[in-house]
């Protein structure tokens, strides 16, 4: 291992962590150090993705040495922004973790051992994604075509779409089904392989591993932090974690829906604690999340829109939230009347009619009933993709059915799942997205993106004791110095 390849691991947590620790200026416990790690290295490799369009030209293969400096004084200065606020004001202690009851020791061994368990599995998939280069279809098809094709080439070639490409004049433009879609995965894996000296796809796939370990963090330092206990927490991150599918797509590294997922992960699980404690930090960490998700893949601008949507809704007085809701109905209408169109960030533009959605980046979806239940059964419930997450999540809500409405977090996830699962129904039943589901393609992809939110739900559903839901006092609440 070169030292290029570690400072391509080690900046951007260190860049990531730095600007969250000055954001939050956390307590010193276990539970934020996580936050920093997770947070700090998929935030960072996002703002790799940002830096590098601007400073690195056309000379690819230098990614790293060109963004490394830029990296390294962002972090320099956020790490000094984050000492000299600590100091001058004692942070925010957030309410978590909450005091509870003492763990027998027993139960101590126990979370041991799962904690073991998850560092073994994450350790081994890193091991599957170095023994081969990249397998999967879609990795080498559409993900890795742009990035490989800029490094050998020592420059970013223009890609275009398939009907531009045939007359072009031009030898250097290229073409791929999937042209449209953001930069972020081709910068990050840019980043990686000039680090590595070169398109080494070993070395490139490993990233992979680091996004999964990433979201256990995360996903385990802001349940620490509202309240969840110590052995649910690890308990539901070895849930998260070990899902089939999402192992899969680490062993198996290329496609972006992990990372998609993960940085949805990032959104709901700083939402939640936002939504049961209040803090504006945690509200705006959760949105500078969720507007990362375009940056990823083109569906996450959808899920960014449920994500601003849902917390939008929680924060509008519930007297007049169906007043909108009515609203938001009647535009919809007048958008299908008069056929105005409307601009989507990251989608193009929408244009509504009767029984037909015009969208840029989709193109013309036809709205009407397909079949297809029982494919989308199978996969929720029949396949080995989720052990048995769909079987046991409905009984949780089902037991924990009043705590939605006394949690505001429980609330949060379960409306953020419950639009997320509808539109998912709206893409298969009635569009010509049918056919993912017919041949397990895209339909499994699209539920992992989203389960981060089930574990949410899971999570403040099972961690409502009375100090949680003990609402702070209201100069608690506001972000400021104390």
């Not at 999964?212 to 991150?237: K, N």
Request: with cysteine; charged share 10%; proline share 7%.
């Amino acid at each position: 291992m070169s030292l290029a390849y570690l400072g391509a691991w080690l900046l951007p947590v260190w860049a990531g962590a730095a600007l969250v620790a000055a954001w939050l200026r956390p307590p010193r416990t276990a539970a934020a150090l996580a936050v920093l790690l997770g947070y700090g290295h998929l935030l960072g490799l996002v703002l790799v993705a940002a830096l590098a369009p601007f400073v690195v030209g056309d000379a690819v293969g230098r990614t790293f040495d060109r963004v490394a400096p830029w990296l390294a004084g962002i972090a320099i200065v956020a790490s000094a922004l984050a000492l000299v606020l600590r100091r001058r004001w004692p942070g925010e202690r957030g309410i978590g973790p909450v005091a509870e009851a003492a763990m027998p020791r027993w139960l101590w061994v126990l979370v041991a051992l799962v904690v073991f368990a998850m560092v073994w599995r994450v350790w081994v998939l890193a091991g599957e994604a170095l023994l081969r280069p990249t397998f999967p279809w879609d990795a080498w098809a559409a993900w890795q075509v742009k990035p490989k094709a800029w490094i050998l080439a020592d420059r970013a070639l223009p890609f275009v779409a398939p009907a531009d490409w045939l007359p072009a004049t031009d030898p250097q433009v290229r073409t791929l089904p999937s042209w449209r879609y953001p930069d972020f995965l081709t910068w990050l894996q840019l980043w990686y392989a000039s680090a590595a000296g070169g398109w080494i796809e070993p070395a490139v796939n490993l990233a992979w591993s680091g996004a999964l370990a990433a979201l256990a963090l995360a996903a385990y330092g802001q349940w620490r932090w509202f309240g969840v206990p110590i052995w649910l927490a690890v308990a539901l991150d070895w849930g998260l974690i070990s899902l089939p599918l999402v192992e899969a797509h680490v062993a198996l590294a290329g496609y972006a829906d992990l990372w998609l997922m993960a940085i949805f992960g990032l959104a709901v699980f700083a939402g939640g604690c936002w939504a049961r404690t209040r803090r504006h930090a945690h509200g705006l960490l959760a949105l500078a999340a969720a507007l990362c998700l375009p940056l990823v893949k083109l569906e996450g601008a959808v899920w960014a829109g449920v994500l601003i949507a849902v917390s939008a809704w929680c924060c509008v007085p519930a007297r007049t939230r169906w007043g909108l809701a009515a609203l938001a109905a009647a535009l919809v209408v007048l958008l299908a009347v008069s056929g105005w169109t409307v601009p989507v960030p990251g989608l193009g533009e929408l244009r509504l009619g009767w029984g037909r959605i015009e969208l840029g980046a989709v193109g013309t979806l036809d709205l009407y009933w397909r079949p297809v239940g029982e494919a989308v059964v199978a996969a929720l419930f029949h396949l080995p993709n989720w052990h048995l997450l769909w079987y046991l999540l409905p009984v949780l809500i089902a037991w924990r059915w009043r705590r939605i409405g006394l949690d505001p977090a429980a609330a949060w996830a379960a409306r953020v799942l419950g639009v997320c699962l509808s539109l998912l129904f709206v893409l298969f039943f009635f569009t010509d997205a049918s056919s993912w589901a017919v041949d397990y393609t895209s339909a499994n992809r699209l539920f992992m993106q989203i389960v981060p939110a089930a574990f949410a739900l899971a999570a403040a559903l099972g961690s409502g004791s009375a100090a949680a839901l003990r609402p702070e006092p209201a100069a608690a609440r506001v972000f400021q110095p104390r």
